[in-house]
């Protein structure tokens, strides 16, 4: 990274103080980023609440979940035909000149044509009292179909009974069966059939208890108990339909002007909470600015969150900077490249696409699969082996969506390349570049976290020299270097480098000795001191072991870092992270270093801890481990849970779970919230998450067929006839349901069913919401 004086003196320590810039110009837009020209129509976008994992924007319900959670669709068309159906039986029943088909054609034809075939087929006597003819039980059945095929009878069918594929030659015996019927049946049976029953009952019962006619002299009667009518023949379309929700959710607003409309119902690009709050200058500026196109979607989001925290002199800084106001103290407004896709709005970015799988809930189905951190404050570990495509479909863009976020204050990232993995994302995506072992680094690593507490020191580098080691006590070890951090600092005002350090540790007599002579008139300290000469090389001293341990980074690769020659580098503090939205990124040692690589690793994640428990923020702060083997230990498994109400999250990416010592298997797996088994994993791996994800009950149905033997000849015959038309010998069904417990993922289909590309997530948000896990296609 250059120094330029501006973007690298930043966030290096705990309150840096950010260097004065002009208003930065817009910057050009990437791949995949929304257009400036689209900026308004990228914020009036819907963005449903949806659950955990689904990717927001314009996001639609799949049809199958309208169907299972609303059986009948709300439409305007929905709601006509059932009255115009009710309109023209309602005109039968009360025998008018017009019969209910010839109704129909009224609607559908002009005046003049239905004047001519009216004349046509003039209704003898008794029209609607006759038998109907085969053409008026045509269009009956015409009728019939059509109110069901827009009133959503298919629908309630297809929820209630279970479709079963039939052999073509079935399907048209079953077609000519209707059209027999429909040619016979009307013309059987009597006309009395299709007498008005209903209103003969109504009009039969009105007479009997009034003891006479008088009352059918009254027109507001009489229109009333028509009414009364129409409402119970419209009543089954109704609650079919959903009226009364449709009315609910549809309510007129044709009389309010665009200027007294609510701030919900206003464009997101208009900014209605800054009007509703009566910032209409800061309101109107904004809404040129994004329609002008001098503001991206890294604006919009820098802002809005500049309102939404309560920010200071808010109405001043934008009606002097506008759509620049509170850019990032780096002067970037937004990356010089993307690769994913992203939502600043929703704080998601999009990995791929939730399969509509059969066991996965019809909501996911062929829905966007994203993460942002709702579902980052749990953390999450992902499992495949190399070639899998961690890296480039998640870890990628994960660290691209948390700089991006970064850019709007509302995020601070620190991604830790793997060694020999090349780095995530260009260096001007971030403000610190941490190159460990490059002489060209401008800035190097603290191992102390500019702490000034020597317990809190000798704690972090405790966990990262030794924390994998099973034979060495983590607490012996933290309390053996603070018997030598205390004095020194005392001694000297600073923690010793890690090559001094190293010889205390080692008990040279030498640096013994002037450590001594420094703290002599320090009583404390030098009983601090002693106590630690007394315990060097004796039994169960963890000195040794940490000491070589330091011996992995006093190699000359890294001469001049870990604080060994501040003129070199600059120092950079993980503590920054957690008071300001900065972008970091820590490259490790190339091959050849493995050990060193993930010592520095486990020292990044006890910084880490260390540091984003301090007090509260209003970003949040992630740590993304593109290769986490050995950097997990017992106290970091412990700490990870504690993340989630510290505003803060962790990725661990991992080529096998045997990278992790075995008995911290259950409570890493525990300890996270998200889980992701990439295509390729082992059934043994995969058995660790079929084990954590449990099982679910689902209903199985067998059937069993069994063979029909008729006695009678006449039930053979059409037995017989049956088999003909069907291709089918006559069968009973013995149908049994029962309710199963079954692993939702087994170790078996996640080492052999999980295809290339795809990978099986489960996810948990910061609120307590799940999603099971599903299969996820990465390429989508």
């Given at each position: 990274?250059?120094?330029?004086?501006?973007?690298?003196?930043?966030?290096?320590?705990?309150?840096?103080?950010?260097?004065?810039?002009?208003?930065?110009?817009?910057?050009?837009?990437?791949?995949?980023?929304?257009?400036?020209s689209?900026?308004?129509?990228?914020?009036d976008?819907?963005?449903?609440?949806?659950?955990?994992?689904?990717?927001?924007?314009?996001?639609?319900?799949?049809?199958?979940?309208?169907e299972?959670?609303?059986?009948?669709?709300?439409?305007?068309?929905g709601?006509?035909?059932?009255?115009?159906?009710?309109?023209i039986?309602?005109?039968?029943?009360?025998?008018?000149?017009?019969?209910?088909?010839?109704?129909?054609?009224?609607?559908?034809?002009?005046?003049?044509?239905?004047?001519?075939?009216?004349?046509?087929?003039?209704?003898?006597?008794?029209?609607?009292?006759?038998?109907?003819?085969?053409?008026?039980?045509?269009?009956?059945?015409?009728?019939?179909?059509?109110?069901?095929?827009?009133?959503?009878?298919?629908?309630?069918?297809?929820?209630?009974?279970?479709?079963?594929?039939?052999?073509?030659?079935?399907l048209?015996?079953?077609?000519?069966a209707?059209?027999?019927?429909?040619?016979?049946?009307?013309?059987?049976?009597?006309?009395?059939?299709?007498?008005?029953?209903?209103?003969?009952?109504?009009?039969?019962?009105?007479?009997?208890?009034?003891?006479?006619?008088?009352?059918?002299?009254?027109?507001?009667?009489?229109?009333?108990?028509?009414?009364?009518?129409?409402?119970?023949?419209?009543?089954?379309?109704?609650?079919?339909?959903?009226?009364?929700?449709?009315?609910?959710?549809?309510?007129?607003?044709?009389?309010?002007?665009?200027a007294?409309?609510?701030?919900?119902?206003?464009?997101?690009?208009?900014?209605?909470?800054l009007?509703?709050?009566?910032?209409?200058?800061?309101?109107?500026?904004?809404?040129?600015?994004?329609?002008?196109?001098?503001?991206?979607?890294?604006?919009?989001?820098?802002?809005?969150?500049?309102?939404?925290?309560?920010?200071?002199?808010?109405?001043?800084?934008?009606?002097?900077?506008?759509?620049?106001?509170?850019?990032?103290p780096?002067?970037?407004?937004?990356?010089?490249?993307?690769t994913?896709?992203?939502?600043?709005?929703?704080?998601?970015?999009?990995?791929?696409r939730?399969?509509?799988?059969?066991?996965?809930?019809?909501?996911?189905?062929?829905?966007?699969?994203?993460?942002?951190?709702?579902?980052?404050?749990?953390?999450?570990?992902?499992?495949?082996?190399?070639?899998s495509?961690?890296?480039?479909t998640?870890?990628e863009?994960?660290?691209?969506?948390?700089?991006?976020?970064?850019?709007?204050?509302g995020?601070?990232?620190?991604?830790?390349?793997?060694?020999?993995?090349?780095?995530?994302g260009?260096?001007?995506?971030?403000?610190?570049?941490?190159?460990v072992?490059?002489?060209s680094?401008?800035?190097?690593?603290?191992?102390?976290?500019?702490?000034?507490?020597?317990?809190?020191?000798?704690?972090?580098l405790?966990?990262?020299?030794?924390?994998?080691?099973?034979?060495?006590n983590?607490?012996?070890?933290a309390?053996?270097?603070?018997?030598?951090?205390?004095?020194?600092?005392?001694?000297?005002?600073?923690f010793?480098?890690?090559?001094?350090?190293?010889?205390?540790?080692?008990?040279?007599?030498?640096?013994?000795?002037?450590?001594?002579?420094?703290?002599?008139?320090?009583?404390?300290?030098?009983?601090?001191?002693?106590?630690r000469?007394?315990?060097?090389?004796?039994?169960?001293?963890?000195?040794?072991?940490?000491?070589?341990?330091l011996?992995?980074?006093?190699?000359?690769?890294?001469?001049?870092?870990?604080?060994g020659?501040?003129?070199?580098?600059?120092?950079?503090s993980?503590?920054?992270?957690?008071?300001?939205?900065?972008?970091?990124?820590?490259?490790?040692?190339e091959?050849?270093?493995?050990?060193?690589?993930?010592?520095?690793?486990?020292?990044?994640l006890?910084?880490?801890?260390?540091?984003?428990?301090?007090?509260?923020?209003?970003?949040?702060?992630?740590?993304?481990l593109?290769?986490?083997?050995?950097?997990?230990?017992?106290?970091?498994?412990?700490r990870?849970?504690?993340?989630r109400?510290q505003n803060?999250?962790?990725?661990?990416?991992?080529?096998?779970?045997?990278?992790?010592?075995?008995p911290?298997?259950?409570?890493?797996?525990?300890a996270?919230?998200?889980?992701?088994?990439?295509?390729?994993?082992?059934?043994?791996?995969?058995?660790?998450?079929?084990?954590?994800w449990?099982?679910e009950?689902?209903?199985?149905?067998?059937?069993?067929?069994?063979?029909?033997?008729?006695?009678?000849?006449?039930?053979?015959?059409?037995?017989?006839?049956?088999?003909?038309?069907?291709?089918?010998?006559?069968?009973?069904?013995?149908?049994?349901?029962?309710?199963?417990?079954?692993?939702?993922?087994?170790?078996?289909?996640?080492?052999?069913?999980?295809?290339?590309?795809?990978a099986?997530?489960?996810?948990?948000?910061?609120?307590g919401?799940?999603?099971?896990?599903?299969?996820?296609?990465?390429?989508?």
């Amino acid at each position: 990274m250059d120094s330029d004086g501006t973007r690298d003196a930043r966030g290096t320590h705990a309150n840096p103080v950010p260097r004065p810039a002009g208003p930065p110009a817009v910057p050009p837009r990437p791949a995949h980023a929304p257009s400036t020209s689209a900026a308004a129509e990228w914020l009036d976008a819907p963005r449903p609440k949806a659950k955990p994992g689904i990717w927001r924007l314009r996001y639609r319900l799949p049809k199958g979940a309208q169907e299972t959670e609303r059986l009948a669709p709300i439409t305007v068309v929905g709601m006509l035909i059932p009255l115009v159906a009710g309109f023209i039986i309602w005109s039968f029943w009360l025998e008018s000149a017009i019969p209910y088909q010839w109704a129909l054609l009224r609607l559908l034809t002009p005046d003049d044509w239905w004047y001519g075939a009216s004349q046509i087929s003039a209704k003898p006597e008794g029209f609607g009292r006759q038998a109907l003819t085969a053409y008026e039980g045509a269009a009956f059945a015409v009728l019939a179909y059509a109110m069901g095929r827009l009133g959503s009878w298919h629908t309630l069918f297809r929820h209630y009974f279970r479709q079963k594929p039939q052999p073509k030659r079935a399907l048209l015996a079953l077609a000519w069966a209707v059209v027999v019927c429909g040619w016979v049946f009307p013309s059987a049976v009597p006309g009395s059939f299709w007498d008005p029953v209903v209103l003969d009952a109504i009009f039969n019962l009105v007479v009997a208890v009034s003891g006479g006619y008088g009352l059918f002299a009254s027109a507001l009667f009489v229109y009333s108990l028509y009414a009364v009518v129409t409402l119970l023949i419209l009543w089954p379309f109704a609650v079919a339909g959903e009226w009364l929700q449709y009315l609910k959710e549809r309510r007129p607003t044709e009389g309010a002007s665009p200027a007294a409309a609510p701030a919900a119902e206003r464009p997101r690009s208009q900014w209605p909470e800054l009007r509703d709050a009566g910032q209409h200058e800061a309101a109107e500026l904004l809404t040129g600015e994004v329609a002008a196109g001098r503001m991206n979607d890294v604006d919009c989001a820098r802002v809005r969150r500049a309102w939404t925290v309560g920010l200071p002199d808010f109405r001043d800084t934008v009606l002097r900077q506008g759509g620049a106001a509170w850019t990032h103290p780096s002067g970037a407004r937004d990356l010089p490249r993307r690769t994913a896709r992203h939502d600043l709005l929703a704080g998601q970015v999009r990995i791929g696409r939730w399969v509509a799988a059969e066991r996965a809930p019809v909501t996911y189905h062929d829905a966007g699969a994203a993460l942002g951190p709702d579902v980052l404050g749990t953390s999450l570990l992902a499992v495949g082996p190399s070639g899998s495509g961690k890296t480039r479909t998640l870890v990628e863009p994960l660290t691209e969506a948390l700089a991006l976020q970064a850019l709007t204050g509302g995020c601070a990232v620190v991604a830790v390349s793997s060694p020999g993995g090349g780095p995530l994302g260009a260096d001007s995506s971030y403000d610190v570049i941490v190159r460990v072992g490059d002489p060209s680094s401008v800035h190097d690593l603290d191992p102390y976290a500019e702490s000034d507490d020597p317990d809190e020191a000798a704690a972090i580098l405790a966990e990262a020299l030794v924390g994998d080691l099973d034979a060495v006590n983590g607490q012996s070890a933290a309390t053996a270097l603070a018997q030598l951090l205390g004095p020194h600092r005392a001694a000297h005002g600073r923690f010793p480098t890690l090559p001094q350090l190293r010889e205390l540790l080692e008990g040279e007599p030498g640096a013994l000795a002037a450590l001594r002579e420094a703290v002599a008139g320090n009583e404390v300290m030098r009983r601090e001191l002693e106590a630690r000469i007394r315990q060097t090389g004796t039994p169960g001293d963890p000195g040794r072991a940490l000491a070589d341990r330091l011996s992995l980074l006093n190699r000359p690769v890294f001469d001049g870092f870990f604080g060994g020659d501040g003129d070199t580098h600059r120092a950079f503090s993980l503590r920054a992270v957690a008071h300001h939205p900065l972008r970091v990124r820590i490259d490790l040692p190339e091959r050849g270093h493995e050990e060193a690589g993930r010592l520095i690793t486990r020292l990044v994640l006890a910084q880490f801890h260390a540091v984003v428990r301090e007090g509260r923020r209003a970003h949040f702060v992630c740590l993304v481990l593109d290769d986490a083997t050995g950097a997990v230990t017992a106290d970091s498994v412990r700490r990870i849970q504690r993340l989630r109400s510290q505003n803060a999250g962790v990725v661990l990416a991992l080529r096998t779970v045997g990278d992790v010592p075995e008995p911290l298997h259950g409570p890493l797996y525990g300890a996270v919230g998200c889980r992701m088994a990439f295509s390729g994993i082992t059934t043994w791996d995969g058995s660790r998450f079929a084990q954590t994800w449990g099982t679910e009950w689902v209903e199985t149905t067998e059937v069993a067929k069994h063979t029909v033997f008729a006695d009678q000849p006449m039930t053979r015959a059409i037995h017989a006839l049956r088999k003909l038309v069907t291709g089918k010998a006559v069968t009973t069904d013995a149908v049994t349901v029962r309710q199963v417990e079954r692993e939702r993922w087994s170790a078996s289909r996640l080492a052999h069913e999980v295809p290339p590309g795809h990978a099986v997530l489960s996810l948990t948000s910061v609120e307590g919401e799940h999603a099971p896990p599903l299969l996820v296609d990465l390429r989508g």
